[in-house]
């Protein structure tokens, strides 16, 4: 059971977060709360990415272990390559794209999803201006505001491996709006550029 919220933040808030954001949290955490903005995917999600999970060349992130279990390949906008270029220097293929600081990491994803919130609480903080937020907002601020950039519903449900329920999407259809998904993800870049 997951309670259905309504907190989204405005384009003026997520304006400030994206600025405070690497002031104020780990680096680590900070590029990890932009991809989010950039992606709209689960914090959980990109915490189970491997470098080679990412394709810098062909500005794609290979979601293998998503939540609702069905892989996604996923354009990426500029913003989210300046962060995973930086999050890539110096890395093997098989590291862990956010690296824990701890030796034996937990297994646990969720546990690290707890220090992300820990690091918004930080951020948060420093906000107070901004109504309060916490990691579960920017999947719905991002789905919010990829509509308001004219983005359609389909293809944010997409870019976010939402479950397409239809029978034509389960069973029949299995091209993979590459194109489209370009097409809107560049969308999203440009919004971001005029409004975050």
Known sequence: YERALMRYLSPDELQSVWFKAPEVMNPVYSALLRIMICTGFHPAELL????????????????????????????????????????????????????????????DIYSRVSVLANQIKRLRDKLPEVEHFTARDFRRTVKTLMGKAGIHKDMRDRLQNHALQDVSSRHYDRYDYWEEKNVAMLKWENWLELNV
Request: aromatic fraction near 4%; glycine fraction near 4%.
């Open 48 to 107: 189970r990415l491997k470098c080679n999970d990412v394709n810098l060349d062909e500005g794609s992130i290979y979601m293998v272990q998503t939540k609702s279990g069905v892989p996604n390949l996923i354009p990426l906008n500029k913003f989210a390559l300046v962060e995973l270029a930086a999050l890539l220097e110096n890395t093997n293929p098989d590291d862990d794209l956010f690296p824990s600081r701890v030796r034996n990491a937990k297994s």
